[in-house]
T-cell receptor, first 115, second 113 residues
Framework: DAGVIQSPRHEVTEMGQEVTLRCKPI?????LFWYRQTMMRGLELLIY????????DSGMPEDRFSAKMPNASFSTLKIQPSEPRDSAVYFC?????????????FGEGSWLTVV | GESVGLHLPTLSVQEGDNSIINCAYS??????FIWYKQESGKGPQFIID?????DKRQGQRVTVLLNKTVKHLSLQIAATQPGDSAVYFC????????????FGTGTRLTVIP
């Protein structure tokens, strides 16, 4: 079975540019998560969706960040405008549903560098 | 200036030895815990989980122990192999939903052939 699929795997962009990260969750999974991993802060939850609806976006750093899930098989995380401090690995993850005990499966990550 | 960041604890073990990775969690109300393995350049991979009504759970070559009294979690890997080299994270679920998954800083395990 295909796991969580993320694109692009690597992106280098200039400060001020818009960045769009894409995610396809595991088929049949109803919950989708966006995490960010940095050396400074470790692995942090940015936002999560349940049944395509954003449930908790309290981890989104600021208004420059936005996430959408137009359907059950696709989500985007957008940064506009991007800044060097946004450089990180962004992981998308999914689980069968939002109940505790459902394993969260991670994608391979999108490695973002903003110069 | 001084570099500030997460300083990962490290553990080096000889191939074939057993490894024990420790984790302290923060919330006494947490009742679900997970261990993840993250290899270089990859996403975290689920290893094993345990609920707070258990003290021990075994998987294939891995055992998780939970001590709720001191809020301590450990992951034991038997007969450690070079492929076990990775960063290991414990995560606790503090609430009622899967979203309330908080990750520790991780431990880097290096297996010496």
């Amino acid at each position: 079975d295909a796991g969580v699929i993320q694109s692009p795997r690597h992106e280098v962009t200039e400060m001020g540019q818009e960045v769009t990260l894409r995610c396809k969750p595991i088929s049949g999974h109803n919950s989708l998560f966006w995490y960010r991993q940095t050396m400074m802060r470790g692995l942090e939850l940015l936002i999560y969706f349940n049944n395509n609806v954003p449930i908790d976006d309290s981890g989104m750093p600021e208004d420059r960040f936005s996430a959408k899930m137009p359907n059950a098989s696709f989500s985007t995380l957008k940064i506009q405008p991007s800044e060097p401090r946004d450089s990180a690995v962004y992981f998308c993850a999914s689980s069968r549903d939002s109940a505790r005990g459902n394993t969260i499966y991670f994608g391979e990550g999108s490695w973002l560098t903003v110069v | 200036g001084e570099s500030v960041g997460l300083h990962l604890p490290t553990l080096s073990v000889q191939e074939g030895d057993n490894s024990i990775i420790n984790c302290a969690y923060s919330n006494s109300a947490s009742d679900y815990f997970i261990w993840y393995k993250q290899e270089s350049g990859k996403g975290p991979q689920f290893i094993i989980d345990i609920r707070s009504n258990m003290d021990k759970r075994q998987g294939q070559r891995v055992t998780v122990l939970l001590n709720k009294t001191v809020k301590h979690l450990s992951l034991q890997i038997a007969a450690t192999q070079p492929g076990d080299s990775a960063v290991y994270f414990c995560a606790e679920n503090k609430g009622s939903g899967a979203n309330n998954l908080f990750f520790g800083t991780g431990t880097r395990l290096t297996v010496i052939p």
